[in-house]
């Protein structure tokens, strides 16, 4: 369902899927796969393969961002990590100042890999520390821990990266509102420009959910949830950092400039296994994705055609969801005409409130940023 070459906006976003991890975790539903690691040379030629058909088939702009995430991308061997960046410079022209993000797990960070990272141009690190309490990182199947999160970070300044981001989870069974403060507290006390705290779902099929399922794992209630969100925006407001999207604080001028490119419908395209593409000619949209499993993805490739499936939103369909995924951010969104009244209703709910030509969600609206989403799509 990829969409007719003329007309459509150029690309300014890359984001390049790499589906391999040492183990998998019991929370996790992306497309991530453990044991495959003798596929990874084929994978990055099936990649580069994949990245010079599309800058053959689509109009690219200079990149304003690259992302490069999985999966656990800091498991690439550093010869394959400086091979594929080298590659993704030859291809595309970058941007002065281009953002260049890489996805990494702080057990395969080490000081040779992170040098590998900087010389072949990656500028920003997201590390999946996830917690600090031993006994959430148990329940998520996290083998790793918070020295090691540590290590890497004091590796990655030492490194040259100014710019880096920690993943977080928070809502998880059996942790309390002390334990997530200290989480807190200790993730603060590394000075990271930006953090990502997310609230744990239970994804349908993973290990996690069948727990739940079985009774093996108490469930965490909304009003649980509620406190430790609590506790999230008063620790980093107090710390400095701007919540500037539902589960994203940075520090000034270190947003992800990515992330914010899905959240305002900028096109982006997927290179790699079960990555989604975004496409639009400004008025209707475009999104597909590629074969997900990397063998199959591999024979997708070489047969020319990587993709699975996709879908076509009419102009209508693509307005609703500029302003859902604009009101998931501060800023919020410029509404297009007809829906006015949806952001009335909104308004007066206390979710949204009107700033000039723009609507932008409140406090209330960015904790309950899915009662938003029911309302406009």
């Known amino acids: 369902m990829a969409p007719p070459g003329p007309g459509l906006l150029p690309f300014r976003h890359l984001y390049v899927h ?14 991530a796969y453990a044991g495959m690691e003798g596929l990874m040379p084929a994978y990055e030629a099936a990649l580069e393969q994949e990245l010079e058909q599309a800058r053959r088939r689509w109009p690219f702009a200079p990149l304003h961002t690259v992302y490069i995430g999985g999966g656990t991308p800091s498991l690439y061997p550093p010869p394959l990590a400086a091979r594929l960046l080298g590659h ?5 022209e970058l941007e002065p100042g281009a953002e260049v993000t890489l996805e990494a797990n702080p057990a395969s960070t080490d000081p040779e890999r992170l040098q590998t990272w900087r010389a072949g ?20 199947e996290r083998r790793t821990d918070g020295e090691l999160a540590v290590t890497a970070l004091a590796m990655a300044r030492a490194a040259g990266f100014d ?5 977080l989870i928070y809502g998880v069974p059996f942790q309390d509102i002390r334990s997530w403060e200290e989480t807190m507290h200790r ?5 990271p420009e930006h953090l990502s705290c997310y609230c744990l779902t239970f994804e349908p099929r993973t290990l996690l959910w069948r727990r739940l399922q079985q009774g093996r794992l108490p469930e965490v209630t909304s009003d649980q949830q509620w406190e430790l969100l609590e506790v999230t925006c008063r620790l980093l407001a107090d710390a400095g950092y701007e919540r500037y999207e539902v589960s994203n604080w940075a520090r000034m001028g270190h947003r992800s400039r990515h992330n914010l490119a899905y959240w305002e419908c900028r096109p982006v395209y997927g290179a790699g296994a079960g990555a989604h593409s975004y496409a639009t000619d400004g ?13 199959e993805y591999l024979a997708a490739v070489a047969s020319g055609d990587p993709e699975d499936g996709g879908e076509v939103l009419e102009p209508e369909q693509a307005r609703a969801e500029r302003v859902m995924l604009g009101l998931r951010c501060a800023s919020g969104v410029e509404a297009p005409a007809g829906f006015e009244r949806r952001l009335e209703e909104l308004a007066g709910s206390g979710l949204v ?3 000039g030509q723009r609507w932008a969600p409140t406090r209330r609206g960015l904790d309950l940023h899915n009662q938003i989403a029911l309302a406009v799509l």
């Open 88 to 92: 993704l410079a030859r291809t595309f």
């Open 187 to 191: 993730a603060l006390a590394l000075g």
């Open 18 to 31: 790499i589906p391999f991890c040492r183990h998998k975790c019991g929370y996790c539903d992306f497309n």
């Open 121 to 140: 141009g990656v500028n920003r690190l997201s590390l999946g520390v996830q917690g600090f309490d031993r006994r959430a990182l148990g329940v998520l």
């Open 283 to 295: 008025e209707r949209a475009w999104r597909w994705w590629n074969v997900a499993r990397p063998r």
């Open 163 to 167: 710019d880096v981001n920690l993943d």
């Open 353 to 355: 409130v009107r700033k």
